[in-house]
């Protein structure tokens, strides 16, 4: 072979020549010696399809730097083109049910660390392919380590509304929240815990702050109170009136100014309807569970009603909806109510499956 100097090339004859040479070592050497001297060399394999032999082995001290960073390819981002289906804007896209500790402030000025559920979402213009999800994580795991309140959500919903350059927002984070509950007449105590929601939108430049909660009662039917007390007199025949565990999840728009605890909303729950389930029962408390059932007989729009009036009658709070369901044990079936006030909750049509997400698995 010739040697040329390197501002001349290499005639065709020689090409070949080195190219089959090149072959003839390929085809003899191992995967590792591919590599180290150039996987594209691969490529000179029969039955390759053109494809480099590629490392097996994870590479522990591969570091990544700005610049390669650079090159990887994030088709989230990419341009208009790739959209696929309707050229349609996405009100809601995101992350649901990523879960973190988070730090709560009580209303008796105690903290308590909770598990909480978090759905962060952004809205998506007609021309956007979509988003980068996990900024939703990182903006909300920058605020994660404080105390939290609605002042801290919207924070993280400022930062990555602005990371994702979106019109629209919403944080809404979920957790079970314990409060310790006496027993009616024994003195025993235990943990009642509370299903809540705290949610924040923001949407059309207005922000809206709403507090979700579920609460649980037993529900006695007021007609079958009558029919049972009916069969003692008139005939002296033993009856019991029927009851059920029920639910009502209480939704609030929460007005700016003084604090909502939610014990405060907790509160109003149980004065309107004070058959909340108990925790710790003895005897003498399951006497007084009936007589205070007795004494509170429910037909499942009652209850939407008393719920509604204390709703009412707080400043804090401005438009709301509860959503009621006894859970029979007469019927098959449920008994359901929903009344909403003011438009932030009206709506003709309902989610299929949400009466069914009121079901309370204790």
């Avoid at 730090?103 to 759905?119: A, I, K, P, Y």
């Avoid at 310790?180 to 809206?208: F, H, M, P, T, W």
Wanted: charged fraction near 25%; include cysteine.
């Amino acid at each position: 072979m010739n040697i040329h100097p390197n501002d001349l090339k290499p005639e065709t004859e020689e090409a070949k020549a080195a190219l089959a040479l090149l072959r003839d070592w390929v085809a003899k050497a191992s995967d590792a010696e591919i590599n180290a001297l150039d996987p594209a060399v691969a490529q000179l394999l029969p039955g390759q399809g053109g494809y480099p032999v590629l490392s097996r082995d994870y590479p522990q001290d591969f570091a990544v730097d700005a610049a390669y960073r650079a090159t990887l390819p994030d088709l989230q981002n990419g341009p208009a083109s790739l959209i696929r289906g309707a050229h349609a804007p996405i009100q809601h896209v995101g992350i649901s049910n990523f879960r973190l500790p988070i730090r709560f402030h009580t209303r008796d000025g105690g903290d308590q660390t909770l598990e909480s559920s978090v759905t962060g979402t952004v809205s998506l213009e007609a021309d956007k392919k979509g988003i980068n999800m996990s900024r939703i994580m990182r903006s909300f795991y920058g605020h994660a380590e404080k105390c939290f309140s609605f002042g801290v959500i919207e924070a993280a919903l400022d930062d990555y509304k602005s990371d994702l350059d979106s019109l629209d927002a919403r944080i809404m984070m979920r957790f079970s929240y314990p409060v310790k509950r006496e027993s009616l007449r024994s003195g025993l105590a235990g943990y009642q815990y509370y299903d809540i929601a705290l949610e924040v939108v923001d949407e059309g430049g207005q922000r809206n702050r709403y507090i979700h909660l579920d609460y649980v009662y037993s529900s006695t039917c007021p007609c079958s109170l009558e029919l049972s007390e009916h069969a003692r007199r008139a005939r002296g025949q033993l009856a019991t009136p029927h009851s059920q565990r029920s639910v009502a999840r209480i939704s609030v728009q929460v007005l700016p100014g003084d604090c909502l605890w939610f014990e405060d909303l907790i509160d109003m729950a149980r004065v309107a309807v004070p058959t909340e389930t108990q925790v710790m029962v003895k005897r003498e408390d399951e006497q007084a569970f009936a007589e205070l059932n007795a004494a509170n007989p429910i037909f499942v729009e009652d209850a939407a009603r008393l719920f509604c009036e204390e709703l009412q009658g707080d400043a804090r709070i401005g438009d709301f909806r509860v959503a009621a369901s006894h859970q029979e044990s007469l019927h098959s079936h449920d008994a359901v109510s929903i009344l909403t006030e003011g438009p932030t909750f009206a709506a003709s049509s309902l989610d299929p499956r949400f009466l069914a997400t009121l079901h309370h698995a204790g």
